[in-house]
């Protein structure tokens, strides 16, 4: 984690100022620090959407990450669609998460949001599939990942198989997890570092439907633009 995030963090009730005059915040990646702050504190809702520089600094904004985004920030409720990979579920709960690696570096201290019965939305960008593995089991060995009602994994994109992989891939992860959970875990959601990303805010409700058909992820109570 950037050391100025710890900073930031680590500053005086500096959460109070969004909490009583708030913003519509957005950002991805390592600020999945300062998002988990917010809310644990705060309770303080932000979006996880695309990056500044990589999505909307591009030659070209893609069209589905741009009208995702708009959707979460115009909509006091809207729904995501997608082929979800995972068990037939339905379930409502806090939305919150981020990225994967932000989240591990938050427990044990005071900013890692006390979430029970939540979703929990995930993603990472150049990690090995035993990289990945190795952090979701320290969710769940930290007692969080059995306390949400779901999990949902968006994209763990950007590493190179080599020899420390020996074979093993992301799709043998999901399954060991699977193994362990009583929970539902769905993948492949348009989440994370990519050009194709959906907006979540974070703290919000969400109802999560996985069906054969497809799945559905239901999102309400969050702020929203004022038009």
């Not at 950037?2 to 519509?24: C, E, F, M, S």
């Not at 190795?134 to 060995?141: G, V």
């Not at 007692?143 to 994109?157: T, Y």
Request: hydrophobic share 40%; with cysteine.
């Amino acid at each position: 984690m950037p050391v100025v995030y710890w900073q930031i963090l680590t500053g005086r009730h500096w959460w109070l100022a969004n909490k009583h005059d708030p913003l519509l915040i957005c950002g991805h990646s390592d600020f999945t620090a300062i998002q988990c702050g917010l809310l644990a504190h705060g309770n303080v809702i932000t979006f996880s959407g695309p990056m500044l520089v990589a999505n909307f600094g591009a030659d070209e904004l893609n069209a589905f990450t741009e009208h995702h985004f708009w959707l979460a920030l115009r909509n006091e409720t809207f729904t995501i669609e997608w082929q979800g990979e995972g068990p037939t579920c339905q379930t409502e709960g806090t939305l919150w998460g981020g990225n994967l690696a932000m989240l591990i570096s938050l427990i044990g201290t005071p900013w890692m949001p006390q979430i029970e019965n939540g979703i929990l939305v995930l993603e990472d960008i150049n990690e090995h599939p035993f990289r990945v593995e190795r952090m979701l089991l320290q969710l769940y060995h930290a007692g969080i990942l059995p306390r949400q009602k779901a999990i949902i994994l968006g994209s763990f994109s950007g590493s190179t198989p080599n020899d420390y992989d020996a074979g093993y891939n992301l799709e043998s992860v999901y399954a060991f997890l699977r193994s362990r959970l009583s929970i539902p875990l769905i993948t492949g959601l348009d989440f994370g570092h990519e050009p194709r990303t959906v907006t979540l805010p974070l703290g919000a409700q969400a109802i999560l439907t996985n069906t054969r058909e497809g799945t559905q992820l239901t999102i309400s109570g969050h702020p929203v633009l004022k038009m």
